[in-house]
């Protein structure tokens, strides 16, 4: 008779690793619950022991403010031994950290846990940074560069040069967009709003994968293809952050 299977869960024990914080919640009268994105060890959930809450100077770690923690444990909850600021909070109020807030929802819906993705995590940096940097009315810039960039890391880029068949596109006609074909050319034209919202004109595509965010309509239009091609991969359940906009 086969010996019983044993599975091996391997303790690890991390230190000073660079990670941002997507979200805090209690956990029990001493403890937090942090879920944290970090470079080389994707996203995961933490628990932190905090200091007595009448201690005075007791503040949580923030989101949107780099740090380097030191970690330890198995698969699933790990323990959070030490954190340090790297440097100040890059979104703290207004639109820049709404749009932080759906920057971080998209990551906690989208991204598998102890998946690292480095790229990703420097793109969210560069993100954030964007975002510090922008020009009011201009945050949408950032998200959008963020969000494609996901998007592909996800394994579903958009192709921007070429139609299904391999045609390139080219300005002077419309396309249609679905998240599981690509573009193909539009043969009836739509009569309904409804029906026209996945139709672009070529011209946008191209100014959009180019990333030249100077005219409102390209980004409208950047704004609408990431929607569609977000939508499937959140399977149709919405984000909660998008209310902060309304």
Request: glycine share 6%; charged share 20%.
């Amino acid at each position: 008779m086969s010996a019983p299977y044993v599975a091996l869960v391997l303790m690890i024990k991390v230190e000073h690793h660079p990670a941002y914080i997507l979200h805090h919640r209690d956990y029990t009268d001493s403890r937090i619950l942090i879920e944290l994105f970090t470079r080389e060890h994707g996203r995961f959930t933490a628990a932190l022991r905090m200091p007595k809450r009448k201690s005075p100077g007791v503040v949580r770690p923030q989101a949107f403010t780099p740090f380097v923690i030191n970690f330890s444990g198995k698969s699933g909850l790990k323990n959070l031994t030490h954190y340090e600021q790297v440097s100040p909070q890059l979104l703290a109020k207004g639109v820049k950290l709404f749009c932080g807030l759906y920057v971080n929802e998209l990551l906690q819906r989208l991204l598998a846990t102890d998946d690292a993705n480095i790229n990703l995590f420097d793109a969210y940096g560069l993100c954030l940074s964007r975002l510090a940097l922008a020009e009011s009315g201009e945050e949408d810039i950032a998200l959008r560069q963020f969000e494609f960039h996901l998007i592909e890391e996800l394994g579903y880029a958009v192709n921007f040069t070429e139609d299904v068949v391999g045609k390139p596109i080219v300005d002077g006609s419309k396309i249609h967009y679905r998240y599981d074909h690509g573009f193909r050319p539009v043969v009836v034209e739509a009569t309904t709003p409804a029906a026209q919202s996945d139709i672009f004109t070529a011209s946008e595509i191209v100014l959009i994968g180019n990333q030249s965010w100077s005219s409102p309509p390209t980004r409208a239009a950047a704004k609408r293809l990431a929607r569609i091609a977000l939508a499937n991969l959140l399977g149709g359940k919405p984000l909660q952050s998008r209310e902060l906009f309304r």
